[in-house]
């Protein structure tokens, strides 16, 4: 579903990646690990179109998609591709509702679907209880699945996660997994996630291990 292929990326005079190739298929909960300063971010930014490589090609279904530029590259991302991050990054003004509403809303969708599917979501995830409560009235487990719904609300072809449970409690941390597998189960969702949590790593459909600027 997305491949990368002799991914070269450098930061100044460090080279970071140093020809990465990876694929993943759809559906698969697949994460990467490996020590910190290996490359992991910068590739998971690269894959997510979030960064462009120096070299080497990202594809989505056969869809070039580290050629893509300006407009059509944002509106490409918004739809297909969802993030997670270690610090959640809700928009402290709005509601949790409106934040996973909003990538949306940026798409252009139609306002009552959107909601409706925002409130499906909520409740999948178990926080339907707080709709209308603003990010800091939540606790950090249940902003992390907010933001987690928000990767979700445009139905991405993946969600890439960088740390996700690097701010959460074990219990938080497990609940957190076991939503990504029932997601996974639910809507076939595909996941990446980079991650220190060795009992996330050892139920993940495949383990890469990075070292170096490169899979290993
Ligand atoms: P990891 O996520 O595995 O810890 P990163 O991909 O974040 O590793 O970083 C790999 C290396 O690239 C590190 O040495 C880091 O300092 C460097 N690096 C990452 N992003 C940038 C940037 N935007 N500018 C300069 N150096 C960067
Ligand atoms: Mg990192």
Same mark, same amino acid.
């Given at each position: 579903?997305?491949?990368?292929?002799?991914?070269?990326?450098?930061?100044?005079?460090?080279?970071?990646?140093?020809?990465?190739?990876?694929?993943?298929?759809?559906?698969?909960?697949?994460?990467i690990?490996?020590?910190?300063?290996?490359?992991k971010?910068?590739?998971?930014?690269?894959?997510?179109?979030?960064?462009?490589?120096?070299?080497?090609?990202?594809?989505?279904?056969n869809i070039?998609?580290?050629?893509?530029?300006?407009k059509?590259?944002?509106?490409?991302r918004?739809?297909?591709?969802?993030?997670?991050?270690?610090?959640?990054?809700?928009?402290?003004?709005?509601?949790?509702?409106?934040?996973?509403?909003?990538? /949306?809303?940026?798409?252009?969708r139609?306002?009552?679907?959107v909601?409706? &599917?925002? !409130?499906? @979501?909520?409740?999948? #995830?178990? +926080?339907?209880?707080?709709?209308?409560?603003?990010?800091?009235?939540?606790?950090?487990?249940?902003?992390?699945r907010?933001?987690?719904?928000?990767?979700?609300i445009n139905?991405?072809?993946?969600?890439?996660?960088?740390?996700?449970?690097?701010?959460?409690?074990? /219990?938080?941390a497990?609940?957190?997994?076991?939503?990504?597998?029932?997601? &996974?189960? !639910?809507? @076939?969702?595909?996941f #990446?996630? +980079?991650?220190?949590?060795?009992e996330?790593?050892?139920?993940?459909?495949?383990?890469?291990?990075?070292?170096?600027?490169?899979?290993?």
């Open positions: 579903m997305i491949s990368g292929r002799q991914i070269y990326k450098a930061y100044g005079t460090v080279q970071v990646l140093k020809g990465v190739n990876i694929d993943i298929n759809k559906g698969e909960v697949v994460s690990v490996g020590p910190s300063g290996s490359g971010s910068t590739l998971l930014h690269i894959l997510g179109t979030l960064d462009k490589p120096d070299a080497g090609s990202v594809t989505m279904n070039a998609i580290s050629s893509l530029t300006g059509q590259l944002a509106a490409f918004n739809r297909n591709i969802g993030f997670v991050f270690q610090f959640h990054h809700l928009l402290p003004e709005f509601s949790a509702l409106e934040n996973v509403c909003i990538p /949306a809303w940026l798409a252009g139609r306002k009552k679907e909601t409706e &599917r925002a !409130r499906e @979501l909520l409740a999948v #995830l178990g +926080v339907d209880h707080r709709l209308d409560n603003k990010p800091n009235e939540l606790s950090g487990g249940e902003q992390q907010v933001a987690v719904a928000r990767a979700l139905q991405p072809q993946i969600v890439f996660a960088d740390e996700p449970t690097g701010n959460l409690d074990t /219990a938080n497990r609940e957190l997994h076991d939503l990504f597998f029932s997601l &996974r189960e !639910r809507f @076939l969702q595909t #990446l996630i +980079v991650t220190h949590n060795e996330l790593a050892a139920i993940s459909d495949r383990t890469l291990h990075m070292k170096d600027g490169l899979i290993v």
